[in-house]
């Protein structure tokens, strides 16, 4: 989920009674409903795409549109408003702040314990769609399974233990992206979360001082990077279709307070000449500058062409201190790179990789494939319990520093493979027949696992056990579930699983999302 004197975000450039006074001559009121990530541009392509509207296309007058929708709020105030009193410019600042709560921290007027309660009816509510779906299924062909087993859980496929709560409820993000936009003073260097729609040309770029969800080290950070943009000459980005070259800044942490700082830039014009001077006075401000403050581990330099690249398609420069962050899970050590991924709460993983071992059933007989595994977390907790560890992940990177991460722990028994799950997995599993007990542990991105995955292990008979981590099982992963216990067809063909359990892990306090870990099993 960025990312003289140090500049305060929180006071505005100019006046915001102003920009509200021209709004509100000039356009109709209207309710700001939108809805912003820390670690995505609102409805932003990914790659190089030509959109409908850019900031950079906007014109002087569109520049100020953003404004017309909070201006609803003020209606009530309008005398105020126009009058320019001192007390407008708080007015303004505060319902700004309060939308970005509510697009970043929806839950952020709610106690913990609510948003728990919350959180923990929204996912039996998945749970009675899945199994509404699964009844429906096998009363197609007769069978009365998942109806059978609701009398026992309440009315669902499974029983549903009560959500595990974060250890830390604020500033727990040990990863933030911060963005480059305009922000409501009209200042096109502005460094903070978007809210807004791109296709609304509504969007506006905040400061993150309101989020709960980030910590203050991280603002510190960011308020700095503001302070180096006014001072370098060269102009910001806002798309790549513009002629700026500074973007966004991704900041990383670990528990012991270690800070890493990743500046994505893109040399448009510049000589290569020019983009060294650009570099040398981002390491200058932030090694001897006002920057110092920060007091950064690790300081990264990426120029590229895409609003996401890997390692391979753009590398990144260290500038200033340590090649990684380290960080400690179950008292073994993690190395974690610019792009590697990391559970964005430290304290709350525990809980969930604990839950997962709960639900796994480990034995000395058992060998784990562990699947998208990321920077080997899952699997090198669970080493020392179980036979061998096996793990696939896509990104180079992150294979690396598994491997590294096992050598580090000195752990023998774990192997990762680079590759997608999709094209690895059929090699592999010929590989472990006979292998003991497997198991199977899945921790997918958003979307879930590629179908073809699902069809591999539901055909698989070796594979008896399954333990899914979802981060949104609400969405396309909701049909994950449906294919591996659905009643046989000609795709799917294997004995279905059956779900025995669900446990909802709360890793993202003051928002809706939480983890859901499912354990099936075929019987």
């Given at each position: 989920m960025g990312q003289g004197r140090i500049c305060h975000l929180d006071k505005m450039a100019a006046p915001i009674s102003k920009h509200f006074t021209r709004v509100l001559t000039n356009w109709r009121f209207s309710v700001f409903q939108r809805q912003v990530s820390t670690q995505n541009k609102p409805n932003k392509p990914k790659r190089r795409t030509k959109s409908k509207v850019q900031p950079s296309q906007l014109t002087e007058v569109e520049v100020e549109k953003p404004l017309q929708e909070f201006t609803s709020a003020f209606a009530a105030t309008k005398e105020v408003v126009e009058h320019q009193q001192p007390a407008n410019t708080d007015q303004a600042t505060e319902y700004l702040n309060n939308k970005l709560r509510e697009a970043v921290t929806p839950l952020w007027k709610l106690s913990y314990d609510k948003q728990l309660d919350l959180k923990h009816l929204r996912n039996s509510s998945v749970l009675?769609?899945?199994?509404?779906?699964?009844?429906?299924?096998?009363?197609?062909?007769?069978?009365?399974?998942?109806?059978?087993?609701?009398?026992?859980?309440?009315?669902?496929?499974?029983?549903?233990?009560?959500?595990?709560?974060?250890?830390?409820?604020?500033?727990?993000?040990?990863?933030?992206?911060?963005?480059?936009?305009?922000?409501?003073?009209?200042?096109?260097k502005t460094v903070g979360l978007f809210i807004g729609e791109w296709r609304k040309k509504n969007v506006v770029c905040l400061p993150s001082g309101p989020c709960q969800n980030i910590s203050q080290a991280h603002k510190h950070v960011e308020k700095a990077y503001k302070q180096f943009l006014l001072q370098s000459p060269l102009d910001v980005s806002h798309s790549f279709e513009d002629s700026g070259n500074w973007r966004e800044m991704v900041v990383r942490s670990n528990h012991v307070g270690d800070l890493m700082a990743i500046v994505s830039f893109v040399q448009n014009e510049l000589s290569d000449m020019e983009k060294e001077d650009a570099i040398l006075s981002l390491q200058d401000f932030f090694a001897y500058g006002e920057g110092k403050d920060c007091r950064l581990s690790s300081l990264y330099f990426q120029s590229s062409t895409t609003t996401t690249a890997t390692n391979d398609e753009a590398p990144y420069h260290l500038l200033l201190g340590k090649k990684h962050l380290h960080e400690t899970l179950f008292d073994l050590q993690f190395r974690i790179s610019p792009d590697s991924f990391f559970q964005v709460n430290t304290a709350a993983a525990e809980v969930l990789y604990s839950t997962v071992m709960d639900l796994a059933n480990l034995g000395a007989n058992t060998t784990v494939l562990d699947l998208c595994c990321g920077t080997g977390t899952i699997g090198l907790v669970m080493a020392d319990k179980v036979r061998e560890v096996v793990g696939i992940e896509v990104i180079q990177q992150a294979v690396e520093d598994a491997r590294i991460n096992a050598e580090i722990n000195a752990i023998s028994n774990a192997t990762f493979v680079?590759?997608?799950?999709?094209?690895?997995?059929?090699?592999?599993?010929?590989?472990?027949?006979?292998?003991?007990?497997?198991?199977?542990?899945?921790?997918?991105?958003?979307?879930?696992?590629?179908?073809?995955?699902?069809?591999?292990?539901?055909?698989?008979?070796?594979?008896?056990?399954l333990v899914y981590i979802c981060c949104k099982p609400e969405g396309t992963a909701a049909r994950n579930f449906t294919d591996l216990c659905c009643p046989p067809t000609t795709r799917l063909y294997g004995n279905p699983f059956t779900t025995i359990k669900a446990v909802p892990v709360d890793l993202f306090p003051h928002t809706h999302h939480c983890e859901l870990v499912l354990l099936f099993e075929r019987l």
């Open positions: 009675l769609n899945f199994t509404n779906e699964l009844i429906k299924q096998e009363a197609a062909v007769g069978s009365t399974e998942t109806l059978d087993r609701t009398k026992n859980n309440n009315g669902l496929c499974c029983h549903l233990e009560r959500i595990k709560s974060s250890p830390v409820v604020d500033g727990y993000r040990n990863k933030s992206v911060f963005n480059v936009g305009t922000g409501a003073d009209g200042s096109r680079c590759g997608s799950v999709e094209e690895v997995l059929p090699d592999i599993l010929p590989t472990l027949e006979g292998a003991g007990d497997l198991l199977v542990v899945a921790n997918p991105a958003r979307a879930g696992l590629h179908p073809r995955v699902v069809r591999i292990i539901r055909n698989s008979p070796s594979i008896k056990r």
